[in-house]
């Protein structure tokens, strides 16, 4: 299935809150693999899910099973069915496969990235979220880029975070040449949500704009198409709750209410692309700006969400978000 690659470059944009948000409401099989040069975070903000399904939760995720565990594998050969091994479940089903707890032990695996990226590409029927994270100057994590269906750079629309942004998606461009489109994500305010991703959609594409072809480079493959695709709610209060510090109703934020219209557009997307329709219509709207956390939740998703480590998936309607509030995950409908 896809794999979609979720990264910034300056700044704190939040990938790996924009990473879980998506998951939690991906509308078909998902997992969500940490793959950050930093380190990971999920070990110290949501807690595993109960031994057995069982209610309430199982306490830390374990940091050795996850890229750790699975690096030691794949030194022998990586397999996409090799990767369900060393998956862990989040309280309310989000399956995810947690990074390194360091940046040392990530700089000891710069091997890994591109048999994973091919691995998490095979991994059918499900569709693999990779948290990369920060990327700079030829960054490792480029053997994963490059078995992508989509890059998503996430950026808060700021000047220095958009003009850092528009570097960091002229290096990819020439760095990923022939290699899958890049999309943009604005982290943007509610109260200017369209005025925000379309403003960064006038930056990005007047910087391509003025890009004049060197008519001494060799002939290759073109760059990858980029697109401004919409934006993520600005909400620390549901960036809070999807870390468990906050207690409330995590479902009817505007995070997630907003990383929900994403999650369906991305989907779309991927499923034109490969069907070999276009994937980025060139008049896209920007979309609707979340509505006010008062109002009712959205319908409900129907589809059963099949999990990348062998246990059954939950019946249709009976788990329609996997979305963590307070420490534990809240369903809607509750």
Known sequence: MALIALAADKGAPGVTTAAVALGAVWPRPVLVAECDQA????????????????????GMLNPARGLLSLAATAR???????????CQRLVGGLDVLVGT????????MTWLWGPLGRA???????????DCGRLGAGTPQLGLLREADLVVLLTRATLEQVAHLRERVAALSAELRGGPPIGVLVLADPRDFRGSIAEVDRIILGARGRQVPDPAAPAGPPPPDVRVLGGLALDPKGADLLSGRWGGRLDRSLLIRSAREVAG????????????????PDSAPPPPPPPPAGDAPGPRET??????NGRPAAAPDARADHVPA???HEERGR
């Open 76 to 86: 022998r050969g990586l397999r996409p069915d090799q990767v369900a091994e060393h």
């Open 101 to 108: 707890t360091n940046a040392e032990q990530a700089q000891a």
């Open 265 to 280: 557009d991305l989907t779309a997307r991927l499923d034109a692309a490969a069907a070999g329709a276009p994937g980025y």
């Open 326 to 328: 307070g420490g534990r």
């Open 303 to 308: 589809g059963p969400h099949a999990v990348p």
């Open 120 to 130: 998490f590409a095979g991994l059918a029927p499900v569709d693999v979220i990779a």
């Open 39 to 58: 380190g990971g975070d999920l070990v110290y903000r949501l807690p595993a899910a109960a031994p057995g399904g069982g209610e309430g939760d199982g």
